[in-house]
């Protein structure tokens, strides 16, 4: 072990600063689920700026210097405040908001979102399975983004209204009726949030033997 690590040294040292800097810096996670679409989809491999909003000391969960807030509209990765599993989502509500939904229409400090270009969509919720969906545009707040509502699935239409405390997020799922956010997990305390995802980086359709999705290539999240 010992002549291993003489020689291969400078290969243990680029592994060493990789994970701090993945740690500390930057990171890079594959997304395994639906519950962002039609933002991300199952396959993508989207950027995560990890100091978007705290500098932690590397390797672990301590802050060593306040650099921001999270915002309404953010994409965000954070670990599960119900059982440490780490979910990428949409921050919809920040610290002192009043927010709820009613039959899936989101509602915030009292203001309805409003929903425009409303189309029709065809979703898979699991091998074989299909159900249909609608997408459309909502705006709601200064934020505009797509979300997917779909038909027959079991879903929380309806929740609240809550405020939301101080050092919390409020955390939606764009895929509303496929979605483990804080309708139930409950509010995501900053910090347990990660960072801030902007790009994909890279794209496969884990559906179709991995097919690279070279359109999402170093596309932006909006």
């Not at 390797?59 to 780490?86: A, C, E």
């Not at 890279?202 to 991995?210: C, E, L, N, P, R």
């Amino acid at each position: 072990m010992k002549n291993w690590l003489k020689q291969n040294r400078g290969f243990v040292i680029f592994l060493v600063c990789l994970g701090l800097f993945r740690s500390a810096m930057a990171d890079w996670n594959p997304v395994p689920t639906g519950s962002m679409r039609p933002t991300i989809l199952e396959g993508d491999v989207v950027l995560v700026n990890r100091l978007a909003y705290d500098a932690k000391l590397p390797l672990t969960n301590i802050t060593l210097s306040h650099l921001g807030d999270p915002q309404r509209g953010d994409i965000v990765t954070f670990n599960s405040p119900k059982d440490g599993t780490r979910l990428i989502k949409r921050l919809v509500a920040v610290p002192g908001d009043v927010v709820e939904m009613r039959d899936d229409v989101l509602i915030l400090n009292g203001q309805p979102a409003r929903y425009a270009d409303v189309k029709p969509a065809v979703e898979s919720v699991g091998p074989g399975i299909a159900v249909p969906a609608l997408r459309a545009t909502e705006s709601i707040a200064g934020q505009q983004r797509t979300v997917q509502f779909l038909d027959r699935v079991a879903a929380k239409l309806s929740f609240g209204p809550v405020v939301v405390p101080p050092d919390h997020y409020f955390m939606l799922g764009d895929n509303r009726d496929n979605s483990e956010d804080s309708r139930y997990i409950g509010f995501v305390p900053h910090s347990d949030i990660i960072g801030r995802a902007k790009h994909i980086l890279v794209s496969a359709d884990i559906t179709d033997h991995w097919q690279p999705r070279l359109g999402r290539f170093a596309s932006a999240l909006n």
